[in-house]
């Protein structure tokens, strides 16, 4: 079966390039052709006016200064992503060219013929996040017959209500033609349910359906180098209050700190652009398995934590949205690793002793549940 993967955009998002290639791995180890629909947002001129006044609000009025600057070139982005291009071309091989537009990606859908589509995983169904939301609906194949359609982890990100009510009508009548929904979060049933009166259920996180040792394979191969400390940070949106956590917890566990992101960031105008180049992609995954102990605010560091075993420290990110910890964190009995602010941590958050065999039995059970999705959806009867 040749399927189409439609999923958000393949940038410099770790998390995002690697649920991408578990996925489309898992596909491929059932027998097939799995492609990554590339569906990019089109910054016209109007957009880029749009998101300019935006960002001068936000900066000068809101004082919110850690936003990435609007007029980047083309030549800028790539020498940002010299890094992860190479994990997007090594392991993401069978994908399509971005797609900037509606009119692109009907035609290389109609050049394509996929037999099937699944949307999914990551934020795909967060308005704000996504290029173009009905299109993670499969508004483009809404005329195809003798298709599947599949949604798998598809996230709203937050468990309240973001699309606007032409969007809800349009997204609703979409999705009455897929053949299963399931979503990543829990409060996504209960979404599908009130807005979209369709009946979805839980999926693991794609990077959750590949064992730790085929991440550790990817970092072997690639040689890359043991990291420079024993207590990763991985912080998307720092803060001064983030900082005092970082120094709290170093000073009780008396290890030293390391950090997988980019020494510096566009926002701050660096004249030498190679200081804002994203680290590897098995760079990033290096650092947890030489990690004794992760902090961060990002969901999917939280996620690979928890694939390699690692007690870590999860630091509650309310504008990208909570629920998607909160979620995560249930499943596994973890909910004592999320705080929001420095008063929220104890020392009981940092020396908590995790019992992961109980975490990777969950982690085997889940697996196979979606794993057991997948080929129900795809009508597949054949075992893997």
Not at 134 to 152: G, H, P, S
Not at 284 to 310: P, Q
Request: one cysteine or more; aromatic letters at 12%; charged letters at 25%.
């Amino acid at each position: 079966m040749k399927i189409g993967i439609l999923t958000q955009p393949l940038l410099n998002n770790y998390g995002g390039l690697l649920q991408a290639f578990a996925l489309q791995t898992i596909l491929q180890r059932m027998g097939h052709e799995a492609w990554i629909v590339d569906r990019h947002l089109n910054m016209n001129l109007a957009r880029k006016i749009a998101n300019f006044v935006k960002n001068i609000l936000y900066y000068f009025i809101l004082g919110k200064k850690n936003l990435f600057p609007i007029w980047i070139s083309e030549k800028q982005k790539q020498i940002l992503a010299k890094n992860t291009s190479v994990f997007v071309n090594n392991y993401i091989q069978y994908r399509t060219k971005p797609l900037n537009s509606n009119s692109a990606l009907r035609k290389e859908i109609e050049r394509k013929k996929f037999d099937a589509y699944i949307v999914g995983s990551d934020q795909v169904w967060r308005p704000v996040y996504s290029p173009c939301i009905t299109n993670y609906f499969l508004d483009f194949a809404k005329e195809y017959e003798n298709i599947k359609r599949v949604a798998y982890a598809a996230s709203f990100g937050v468990e309240t209500w973001e699309f606007k009510t032409k969007q809800t009508q349009v997204c609703a009548d979409l999705i009455q033609k897929f053949d299963a929904v399931s979503v990543r979060e829990q409060s996504g049933i209960a979404l599908c349910k009130e807005y979209f009166n369709v009946n979805a259920v839980c999926a693991l996180d794609p990077t959750l359906l590949l064992d730790k040792s085929e991440y550790i394979k990817l970092v072997m191969d690639a040689e890359e180098t043991v990291s420079d400390g024993k207590i990763m940070t991985y912080i998307l949106d720092a803060t001064s209050e983030k900082s005092s956590i970082v120094k709290k917890v170093v000073t009780q566990l008396g290890l030293n700190c390391f950090s997988v992101m980019p020494s510096k960031t566009l926002n701050n105008r660096p004249k030498d652009i190679e200081s804002c180049i994203f680290p590897s992609v098995t760079k990033w995954l290096r650092g947890f398995m030489d990690a004794e102990f992760v902090i961060t605010d990002s969901f999917h560091a939280c996620v690979f934590s928890i694939i390699f075993n690692k007690p870590f420290l999860a630091i509650g990110n309310k504008e990208r949205g909570m629920d998607r910890f909160n979620s995560l964190l249930n499943i596994f009995d973890l909910r004592d690793m999320l705080i929001c602010s420095l008063s929220d941590l104890k020392s009981q958050n940092i020396k908590i002793l995790i019992d992961w065999e109980k975490v990777n039995n969950i982690i085997s059970k889940k697996r196979e549940e979606s794993i057991l999705f997948i080929k129900q959806g795809l009508s597949i009867n054949d075992v893997w």
